[in-house]
């Protein structure tokens, strides 16, 4: 890994990833939520036309202005992605077994519809990947702080790239801004970080970002899929 970091360094993040992209050819592959870091990558990665492939995960619960930026960004760039869903057995013994709203009762009931709905699916897309990026940023929470750009992730036994890792809120608003980059209208109404509709609020001024998910919690804001 080292030598894949001495690489790395200095490079802009489009360069980067099409470096990575070329040592791993057919191998990399980004996972966009459509937030705006999201965008941000996407954006990098359909205007310069590097060879990634792009998927996202729907949970089934997610906001209607979401999908509809789906359908948006998807007009705006005329490229594909991919979306994997959870398994519908899972979901259906979970629903069957506790309610619709069990992530309600407790971090552990929270963290199983976490698990079904977002980690079994993002590990199947992740299959046959070297290179997972992600539009992590080391600002977001105290428990990324020590992100690094490029990590390695043992337990799925792949490359991890943060290639915003270390950009600034301002930075990424400036990108957006400056490249007419589509986005969520809910992140005008005080939702910063946006995941899952029964999951995720607006935020008070002055609140930390991640405070609107999974707001009921004294936990560490976390899905799963990052660690």
Sequence with gaps: MTDIKSAL??????????????????????STSFGQEDQVLADMIWRHQLPVRVFTLDTGRLFQETYE??????????QPFEVYFPETAAVEKLVAEKGMNSFYDSVENRKECCYIRKVVPLNRA??????????????????????????????????????????????????????????????NQGFVSIGCAPCTRAIEP??????????????KKECGLHG
């Design 9 to 30: 360094a200095g490079l802009s993040e489009t360069a980067a990833i099409q470096y990575l992209a070329e040592q791993f050819p057919g191998a990399v592959a980004f």
């Design 69 to 78: 930026l789906m359908d948006l960004t998807r007009a705006r760039y005329k």
């Design 126 to 187: 992740l299959q046959g990947v070297k290179v997972w990026i992600t539009g992590l940023r080391a600002e977001q929470s105290e428990n990324r702080q020590a992100l690094e750009a490029l990590e390695w992730d043992e337990t799925r036994g792949l490359y991890k790239f943060n290639p915003l890792v270390n950009w600034s809120y301002e930075d990424m608003l400036a990108y957006l801004d400056q490249n007419n980059v589509p986005f969520n209208k809910l992140h």
């Design 206 to 219: 002055g609140e930390h970002p991640r405070a609107g998910r999974w707001w009921w919690e004294q936990s």
